[in-house]
T-cell receptor, first 112, second 112 residues
Framework: NAGVTQTPKFQVLKTGQSMTLQCAQDMNHNSMYWYRQDPGMGLRLIYYSASEGTTDKGEVPNGYNVSRLNKREFSLRLESAAPSQTSVYFC???????????FGSGTRLTVV | GEDVEQSLFLSVREGDSSVINCTYTDSSSTYLYWYKQEPGAGLQLLTYIFSNMDMKQDQRLTVLLNKKDKHLSLRIADTQTGDSAIYFCAERGPGTASKLTFGTGTRLQVTL
């Protein structure tokens, strides 16, 4: 199984540009999540989708939008990128052992 | 809200035991998890413990849970250089839509 696949792996944007981070899982999990990871701050939840057709804000949603396209795919959009959004972004889905999360390998985003 | 705290850094010699500690605040936590993150990679689920258990052993890993003190620890026996990574603890509250709250991570450095 591929698990959780994120694209792209690396991206450099100029301030004000937009982009969409893609995430897909093949484990038939209902719930999917977007986190950002910054040094010394652990993982912070941006948005999540408890099931297909629903999305909710997490801890740090400002500047982001999401779409749960179907059960497999959950995308994260930056409409107007800012340097403060420079981070590593992780997508995850929930299921399996102890109902824990399975993570993708991350997207390293730099906004200049 | 939920809060999970960890020390930032731990250094041990190869062959020694490592103990990584975590405290959490949510008394209704149902599952607690330990994740490992190697450089440039996503988070990998190492082990988890259900909240009604005190201890769980899985090969070199031992998880201890003191629910009264809301304290979780991960012991790695015979620590190897391949164990060098960041270790995150996480807790999950009750309910099917509950999210994981992560600590800030403990960087484990294994020296020769």
């Amino acid at each position: 199984n591929a698990g959780v696949t994120q694209t792209p792996k690396f991206q450099v944007l100029k301030t004000g540009q937009s982009m969409t981070l893609q995430c897909a899982q093949d484990m038939n999990h209902n719930s999917m999540y977007w986190y950002r990871q910054d040094p010394g701050m652990g993982l912070r939840l941006i948005y999540y989708s408890a099931s297909e057709g629903t999305t909710d804000k997490g801890e740090v949603p400002n500047g982001y939008n999401v779409s749960r396209l179907n059960k497999r795919e959950f995308s994260l959009r930056l409409e107007s990128a800012a340097p403060s959004q420079t981070s590593v972004y992780f997508c995850a889905s929930r299921g399996g052992r102890g109902y824990g999360y399975t993570f993708g390998s991350g997207t390293r985003l730099t906004v200049v | 809200g939920e809060d999970v705290e960890q020390s930032l850094f731990l250094s041990v010699r190869e062959g020694d035991s490592s103990v990584i500690n975590c405290t959490y605040t949510d008394s209704s936590s149902t599952y607690l998890y330990w994740y490992k993150q190697e450089p440039g990679a996503g988070l990998q689920l190492l082990t988890y413990i259900f909240s009604n258990m005190d201890m769980k052993q899985d090969q070199r890993l031992t998880v201890l849970l003191n629910k009264k003190d809301k304290h979780l620890s991960l012991r790695i026996a015979d620590t190897q250089t391949g164990d060098s990574a960041i270790y995150f603890c996480a807790e999950r509250g009750p309910g099917t839509a509950s999210k994981l709250t992560f600590g800030t991570g403990t960087r484990l450095q294994v020296t020769l």
